[in-house]
């Protein structure tokens, strides 16, 4: 038969090998150390006394909890310290408001707000001018700009006031970056440019955070201890469950067979240590399987099948035909037999603990998944340019998101609700924008490298070939959407109509969290190689414990 042409991803192999993985050990896996954590969380539990300190310092503390990722071990004392300052200062007990700062009412807005509260963009009113702009004279305290800053990303659709503040914030920090004398301070204003507390994942931050707040003067030893104690353990967890991923990976030999697509345990890993609470470590490896699956589906699609191979392909999964699966190159076979083992075991895992059958919605969001790769392909090979709109409406499903985030509903929620399943099954729209995040964020990282080798002309191409946007205006215009994207993910989110239980909701906004990080430095998932930013956070925070 005549050679075929085939293109090429270039990938290189991991930089973390099995060998390497399986070599990972931690001490922190000991019973002294969860001991230890516990007296320490005892300690950190007195802070929390009700009245025991101003509330701007109760609000400083609860952020530093967030921050340095023990927030978790404090949720019920957390919610009762937030309850009554929101009743205090907006409830019906409320007594005519002091006058706060601004980094103290910025601070109380935005964490009131993530914790469901939802308070008027009108308190900062009193920080306009007569004529309805902030007073320039908030240019000085950079601290409490940042604070505003900070929470402006938390506007919801129709709340101009918040877009006017992240406009009038984000152009002073810029103004002021080089002169702000606190060497904390700048640090923190750095990274909040780069990406806003709102749309980081948390736990991809917390040994930056952990290393910026050991630097500060009014730094707490308990609270220091305690969260290098509770990262270190995070960590031993996280490194028992990359070996699991590891070795089912190393078994499965997809790695081996599929030569040409991404082997990526670590980064997989990395979208699901969105999923949260800790306790689900069993369903994140079912949902690092996931990744997986999709990483190497996508390659197939993307990179190496011919057009005729992915035709054939697609109506065996369309017909999910297990009977048929001779006729398909034998690399597709695999495959495909690979993936309905992962999906009967997702599924026997939810039959058994749930008594629920759940084998035809797992296969329509691997159905759905190949429709929309299947587009893209039909685009490529067809030579075809579609609009922004057309390309997105497609690519918000081809990143894979909706089809994994499907899945993770029924991996996180107990008991299982019919009602929801009928959401699902359209894609709520609280999918569509954390999905839609997490693409854009994609494309910006990855397209340079994708239309080398061939690909489908992604958001910033096709922005570029409807408008004369240089390759730079494109990229701007793309991370413009992502802001349009993430004010309805928070109008969503807050809207009482979302029909999915708080966990799950939990974990679609930080799927879109996890798209912003893996490629906030460039292509963090395909190429390591060069995007050392990435490869260094990723050992930081999964390998290295903190001293
Ligand atoms: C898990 C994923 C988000 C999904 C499969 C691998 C990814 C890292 C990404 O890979 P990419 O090739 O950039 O996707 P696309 O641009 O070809 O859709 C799409
Ligand atoms: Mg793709
Ligand atoms: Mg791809
Ligand atoms: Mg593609
Ligand atoms: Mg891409
Ligand atoms: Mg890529």
Redesign the pocket.
Known sequence: TATVSRRS?NYEPSVWDFNFIQSLNSTYTGECYAKQASELKQQVDGMLQEGAMEQVDQLELIDNLQNLGIAPHFQDKIKQILESIYQSNYGATHKPKQMKDLHATALEFRLLRQHGFHIPQEIFDCFKNEKGDFKASLGEDTKGLLQLYEASFLLTEGESSLEQAREFTTNLLQENLNNIDDDNLSLLVHRALELPRHCMLLRANVRWFLDAYGRRPDMNPTLFELAKLDFNIYQANVQQELKHISSWWKETGLAEKLPFS?D?VV??YF?TTGIEPLEQGHERLLSTKI?ML??V???I??VYATPEELQLFYDVIQRWDLESIEKLPIYMQIYFVALNNTVNEIAYHILKQQGVVIIPHLRKSWMDLCEA?MK?AVWYNNGVKPSLKEYLDN?WI????PT?LYQVYFLVTNPIEKEATKYLDEYHDIIRWSSMI??LA??V???GD?LERG??P?SVQCYMNETSASDEEAREAMRLLIWEAWKKLNTYRISSSCPFPEVFIQNVVNLARV?QS?YQYG?G??YQHFETKNKDRMMSMLFDPVA
């Open positions: 991803g991404r990526r980064e997989s979208w990744i999709e990483t589906l996508d390659d699609f993307d790769y893209e690519a081809s990143v894979g998101v994994f997490a693409r994609d494309d990282a990855t397209a994708e690909d489908v992604k798209g893996i292509d998932y395909g």
